[in-house]
């Protein structure tokens, strides 16, 4: 039995949360994985009602679980960072989840924006560093409101997240093709992207098979978008990352077909999974968000869980359905079917 926490968070998160709970238990039931769920009201409004995400104990209320799933957090009458460093940060911190490893995959049936790519052309994993980089809460500002006024945002890395993002990257290109393409910065920042450079040709003295392709992260972008068929295995700094994961949502059809995860590569924390998207103000309320994003990252939490005939059950599920012509899709992709009417058909596929 694995106790899964469920954080399903603000607006679109709500949404596809709780269409996609339902349809990952009974999926793993079926394939003999007994899944039991806890439901945690966290987010904006607990917010705007109590102060505050999330409760002073919440991580300790979730170092129990075996795992957890997550919407997403963002809400329009409460600031981003407000937010995302009320929750989603604090958890992925603590819990050392330095890995964020987010695969981007043209589907069949479903066409990118970018001209002659067809299914399965477009298939690479971005390992994004998860604790650190950009995202340390380092800095501060001074003389508000003043003409001298000044911020500093300190970017931080240490050799303990790079490296534990560093290994797993090169397990997946070592199992993969042998590529691995190391995007850095290191030309600007010569202090922590040098360092990240170092800690790239040090890991990968281990791995003498992967042949390591170094770009800058502006080349890096325009690639993605002008031959993202020669990408398999990515790494980069937080931020570089998260930018080029929402690119990659985007060539595949869609970000909300982007899964996501945020792994404790020691195991010691629960491991957490949740859609690359956000809370979608513009469409939030409406029922109209595709909820395949969320499926897709429940079947990564069963892969990382061990149980690859769920996993790979869900990832099927999802590969038949957009392959057929036939089945109920969200609008982003083309269709004009509600997030339920999706995971409905999903279920009838799948249990
Ligand atoms: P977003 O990812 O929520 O939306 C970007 C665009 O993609 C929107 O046009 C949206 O409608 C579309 N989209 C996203 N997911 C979709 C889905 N499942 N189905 C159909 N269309 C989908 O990013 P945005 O608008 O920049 O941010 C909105 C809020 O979400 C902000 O508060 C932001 O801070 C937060 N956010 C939270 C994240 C998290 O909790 N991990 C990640 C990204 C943003
Ligand atoms: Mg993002």
């Given at each position: ?33 007994d ?32 795992a ?30 330095h ?30 560093q998860?604790?650190?980089?950009e ?88 690639d ?26 985007g ?16 195991g ?11 809370s ?38 999802v ?30 596929r799948?249990?």
């Amino acid at each position: 039995m694995y106790d899964v926490a469920v954080i399903p968070g603000d607006g679109i998160g709500n949404e596809v949360v709780e269409a996609v709970e339902p349809l990952l238990v009974d999926v793993a039931d079926a394939y003999g994985v007994d899944v039991g769920t806890t439901w945690f009201d966290w987010g904006s409004q607990r917010y705007l009602d109590e102060g505050a995400l999330m409760p002073d104990d919440g991580l300790d209320r979730l170092e129990g679980f075996d795992a957890i799933l997550l919407g997403a957090v963002g809400h329009p009458e409460v600031p981003d960072h407000v937010t995302l460093r009320g929750l989603r940060l604090p958890i992925t911190k603590g819990f050392q989840q330095h890995v964020c490893k987010r695969p981007a995959y043209l589907f069949e049936g479903v066409e990118s924006p970018l001209r002659g790519y067809e299914g399965g052309d477009i298939d690479f994993v971005v390992y994004r560093q998860n604790t650190e980089g950009e995202y340390a809460d380092v800095g501060g500002r001074e003389h508000q409101g003043f003409d001298n006024e000044l911020a500093v945002q300190a970017s931080v890395f240490t050799r303990e997240g790079t490296e534990k993002l560093l290994r797993p990257a090169f397990e997946a290109a070592t199992e993969r093709s042998g590529h691995l393409t190391n995007v850095t910065k290191s030309n600007a920042q010569a202090h922590g992207m040098v360092f990240w450079d170092d800690m790239v040709a040090e890991v990968s003295e281990e791995y003498p098979d992967v042949e390591v392709e170094r770009l800058l992260v502006d080349a890096a972008s325009m690639d993605m978008v002008r031959r993202p068929d020669e990408f398999d295995v990515l790494v980069a700094s937080n931020l570089f990352g998260d930018i080029l994961t929402d690119i990659g949502g985007g060539i595949m059809g869609s970000l909300g077909l982007a899964p996501s995860t945020n792994i404790d590569p020691d195991g010691t924390y629960p491991s957490m999974f949740e859609p690359v998207h956000g809370s979608a103000f513009d469409i939030m309320g409406e029922g109209v968000a595709n909820p395949l994003a969320t499926v897709l990252s429940g079947s990564l939490m069963f892969e990382h869980l061990g149980e690859d005939a769920a996993a790979e059950a869900l990832w099927d599920g999802v590969a038949a359905q957009l392959a057929d012509a036939g089945a109920p899709r969200t609008a982003d992709i083309g269709g004009a079917a509600a997030t339920v009417a999706v995971t409905d058909d999903l279920r009838d596929r799948l249990v």
